[in-house]
Nanobody, 124 residues
């Protein structure tokens, strides 16, 4: 089991960038695939991106492809989400999640551990 803490959210203008961080506790961090999800007001939590454990392959939701980049720093037990060209529709609470599955899917239920979320607000 790992514990996750997100940081890096804030209020930005459309077109700006943010880098979210997800700090994991414990040595077991690198045994988990990592994902980022977001939840906008009135909507269900939706998949944004994930990075696999064994292959380091990444996958992105179509809405963020080409703008967001997920990565991880094994030495620092930290995952990141670089968000560029932010749009007002990106406004949401962003959650870091960890999955024990080797190749998790894009469903919320595929992930076992969650951070508390960090607010990203993009002004129009």
């Amino acid at each position: 089991q790992v514990q996750l803490v997100e940081s890096g959210g804030g209020l930005v203008q459309a077109g700006d960038s943010l880098r979210l961080s997800c700090a994991g506790s414990g040595r077991a961090f690198n045994n988990y695939a990592m994902g980022w999800f977001r939840q906008a007001p009135g909507k269900e939590r939706e998949f944004v991106a994930h990075i696999f454990r064994s292959t380091s392959s990444t996958y992105y939701a179509e809405s963020v492809k080409g703008r967001f980049t997920i990565s991880r720093d094994s030495g620092k037990s930290t995952a990141f989400l670089q968000m560029n060209s932010l749009k007002p529709e990106d406004t949401a609470v962003y959650y870091c999640a960890a999955s024990r599955a080797l190749v998790p899917g894009i469903r919320v239920r595929d992930y076992d551990y969650w951070g508390q979320g960090t607010q990203v607000t993009v002004s129009s």
